[in-house]
């Protein structure tokens, strides 16, 4: 149903559908026939992914059936030395089921992002998330908030693929320059909390997903990896574009992530 969803939205959705189509041609060199595969399969994937999070609360009793975790133990060590994590992910998959999977094995995750123009919405995202354990925190990085989080050897989930206008980092994603927030990354350096890489994707694209979550980034020589900025948003965004050029169907393609340094986008 939900992906019958997401291609009624696509037929009615003309500019928005031939811009992500040109976006998906010029970023990954692709086909225009394999830009349209792409872009179709993007509308299907997250129609499904709306009614997998509204069914969220019911499903979160019995998750571990729709989700499979692999390398949750490096979230575990990362708490052990008491001062939280960042779990550094992407608008890629189903990324409320991978804070959800992760409150499922004890682990206390906290989510920014909440705030949308219509209040309502709002709330129901918060509910949706407090069904599966997982406390919304305000759209945005709200600093004293985050700062709590983390002091309390909690897990602040960020998602780090959009467009950061002047506050960001200029560096290369997918191969063309974009603003990238850095802000997560100054808050783990000034904190000492460990980042873990971590993405979750649709298994041959049904409703089984795997999350994976990778050891903690690491700065050059040894050194804090928010140290050096450039690297750290280089390193970030090397990462998530590997995560997109595996699964270019289940990325949000219809958002501008190039807007400040390509316009046409």
């Given at each position: 149903m939900g992906g019958g969803i997401g291609r009624i939205v696509e037929f009615f959705s003309g500019r928005r559908v031939l811009?992500?189509?040109?976006?998906?041609?010029?970023?990954?060199?692709?086909?225009?026939?394999?830009?349209?595969e792409i872009i179709s399969g993007v509308y299907r994937h997250?129609?499904?992914?709306?009614?997998?999070?509204?069914?969220?609360p019911k499903i979160y009793p019995e998750l571990e059936k729709f989700v499979t975790v692999r390398g949750e133990e490096h979230i575990f060590k990362a708490l052990e030395r008491?001062?939280?994590?960042?779990?550094?992910?992407?608008?890629i998959g189903c990324w409320e089921y991978g804070a959800a999977a992760c409150s499922k094995l004890g682990i206390p995750m906290n989510a920014i992002g909440t705030e949308q123009r219509d209040d309502r919405i709002t709330q129901t995202i918060a509910d949706l998330r407090a069904g599966a354990n997982v406390k919304p925190m305000g759209k945005g990085l709200d600093l004293r908030a985050a700062i709590e989080c983390l002091r309390r050897n909690e897990v602040l989930a960020v998602?780090?693929?959009?467009?950061a206008r002047d506050a960001g980092v200029m560096s290369p994603f997918l191969g063309h320059l974009a603003s990238t927030p850095v802000g997560p990354v100054k808050l783990a350096n000034k904190i000492g909390s460990a980042i873990l890489p971590a993405h979750i994707t649709r298994?041959?694209?049904?409703?089984?997903?795997?999350l994976v979550i990778d050891p903690p980034l690491e700065g050059r020589d040894g050194r804090p990896f928010g140290e050096d900025l450039q690297y750290a948003a280089d390193k970030c965004n090397e990462m998530i574009s590997g995560w997109i050029r595996e699964n270019p169907e289940q990325w949000m393609w219809v958002y501008p992530r190039w807007e400040s340094t390509l316009n046409d986008f």
């Open positions: 811009k992500a189509r040109s976006r998906v041609t010029r970023i990954l060199g692709s086909s225009e026939k394999r830009s349209r997250f129609g499904m992914a709306l009614v997998e999070f509204i069914r969220l008491g001062k939280g994590a960042i779990f550094l992910s992407a608008h998602l780090l693929d959009q467009d298994d041959d694209g049904g409703t089984h997903m795997t």
